[in-house]
């Protein structure tokens, strides 16, 4: 094997938002930060004033620069 394959073997792919929905990226990035957190990285009401995917979900849906945040956000996610 040589160096180039171990390493690449061993650095785990970037994510890639392929096949994912947003309902999904959203439950993932509340496990990994939880509401508060996602609030003070991403200044919108719907993290902040009584949190659910639901209503996150519905805002998100019709405010484009607000889903590129999250999906930024899910992208930069650790592991």
Known sequence: ???NESTSMN??????LNGITLE???EQLV???GWEEMGQMIDINC????????SSLKFLRKTPWA???VEE???????
């Open 1 to 3: 094997m040589s160096t």
């Open 11 to 16: 650095t785990p792919a970037p994510r890639s």
């Open 24 to 26: 999904k990226i959203l």
């Open 31 to 33: 496990a990994y930060y």
């Open 47 to 54: 993290f902040k004033s009584d949190p659910s995917i639901k």
């Open 67 to 69: 889903r590129a945040r």
């Open 73 to 79: 956000l899910y992208l930069g996610m650790p592991g």
